[in-house]
Nanobody, 113 residues
Framework: QVQFVESGGGLVQPGGSLRLSCAASGRRVSIYAMEWYRQAPGKQRELVARITSGGSRNYADSVKGRFTISRDNAKNTVYLQMNSLAPEDTAVYYC???????WGQGTRVTVSS
């Protein structure tokens, strides 16, 4: 059974940083492309970052230069390092494996002073 458990969210001031984690089970993060999405209140879920099995990374324009996606194959975990956070980054963040429609519970990030 494929499962993703996101963690690491919280309340942070503008300009601050957070690192989100996504622990995967039932699916190897090293074999499949892994993605981070976010859904802000009243908005559609959007793709934030992707890392392919080969290690290539892609980012939404809105986070490019501030967010970094990475993975630890030994821990079967994907990370999202978020720097220079802004109020518009406030959302629930989810991870997902490309090719399977399974979503975790998400982790909430609130950027506010």
């Amino acid at each position: 059974q494929v499962q993703f458990v996101e963690s690491g969210g919280g309340l942070v001031q503008p300009g601050g940083s957070l690192r989100l984690s996504c622990a995967a089970s039932g699916r190897r993060v090293s074999i499949y492309a892994m993605e981070w999405y976010r859904q802000a209140p009243g908005k559609q879920r959007e793709l934030v970052a992707r890392i392919t099995s080969g290690g290539s990374r892609n980012y939404a324009d809105s986070v490019k230069g501030r967010f970094t996606i990475s993975r630890d194959n030994a821990k079967n975990t994907v990370y999202l390092q978020m720097n220079s956070l802004a109020p518009e980054d406030t959302a629930v963040y989810y991870c997902k494996s490309q090719g399977v429609e399974v979503w975790g519970q998400g982790t909430r990030v609130t950027v506010s002073s």
